[in-house]
Nanobody
Framework: QVQLVESGGGLVQAGGSLRLSCAASGGTLSYVMGWFRQAPGKEREFVAAITRSGGNTAYADSVKGRFTISRDNAKNTVYLQMNNLNPEDTAVYYC?????????????????WGQGTQVTVSS
């Protein structure tokens, strides 16, 4: 059973940057890896996803141009570089893996999840 552990969250001022990491143990990273987030009082939403080769990525409109997803299969780790953060990015960020070859944004299609890491952006 693959386990995912996120790290890198924290408190940052608006305009700042954070880099989230998601390390897999007990197995290798899934074909498609994604990041989701859940803000207080809101439903969990798709943020970004990447295929195994890294050749295909997808982003939510709200983060395009600011966030970059990447992966290092040798390290069994996927990353989310977040730049120009704003208070609306405050949420718990989750890493997820999907046993499919093509990217999907629906969380129901993802097979396993990490516990999440808190990101708080102050104004």
């Amino acid at each position: 059973q693959v386990q995912l552990v996120e790290s890198g969250g924290g408190l940052v001022q608006a305009g700042g940057s954070l880099r989230l990491s998601c390390a897999a143990s007990g197995g290798t990273l899934s074909y498609v890896m994604g990041w989701f987030r859940q803000a207080p009082g809101k439903e969990r939403e798709f943020v970004a996803a990447i295929t195994r080769s890294g050749g295909n990525t997808a982003y939510a409109d709200s983060v395009k141009g600011r966030f970059t997803i990447s992966r290092d299969n040798a390290k069994n780790t996927v990353y989310l570089q977040m730049n120009n953060l704003n208070p609306e990015d405050t949420a718990v960020y989750y890493c997820a893996g999907m046993i499919r070859f093509t990217i999907a944004t629906a969380e129901s299609l993802y097979n396993y999840w990490g516990q999440g890491t808190q990101v708080t952006v102050s104004s």
